[in-house]
């Protein structure tokens, strides 16, 4: 699960790329913009989306990795899970 999910392509404005291999600026990018889209009207339930794009950013500074793919395994998952990169568990 951990290494498919991982894999999965995220649109970065230049292009797809695969989850583990998006960049501190690659995140902070798309937390500026859907931060930027998601402050009022319909929009507004992807506020929480947006928050854990920015705290990936600030996840991959504080441990001073390159890339989503050079966290730790679980941590690389729980915000895959949160930036709705990977599907929660129905069950």
């Known amino acids: 699960m951990v290494n498919e999910s991982l894999r999965r392509t995220v649109y970065t404005g230049e ?22 889209v998601s402050r009022t009207g319909p929009l507004a339930r992807v506020a929480p989306v947006a928050r854990a794009w920015s705290e990936l950013g600030r996840a991959l500074g504080a441990a ?25 568990s129905l069950l």
């Not at 292009?15 to 930027?36: C, H, I, M, N, Y």
């Open 15 to 36: 292009g797809d790329k695969p989850f583990e291999e998006l960049t501190r600026a690659d995140v902070e990018s798309l937390a500026a913009q859907l931060g930027a």
């Open 64 to 88: 001073g990795v390159a890339r989503v793919g050079e966290l730790e395994p679980e941590v690389a998952l729980e915000f895959a899970r949160r930036v709705w990169v990977a599907p929660r």
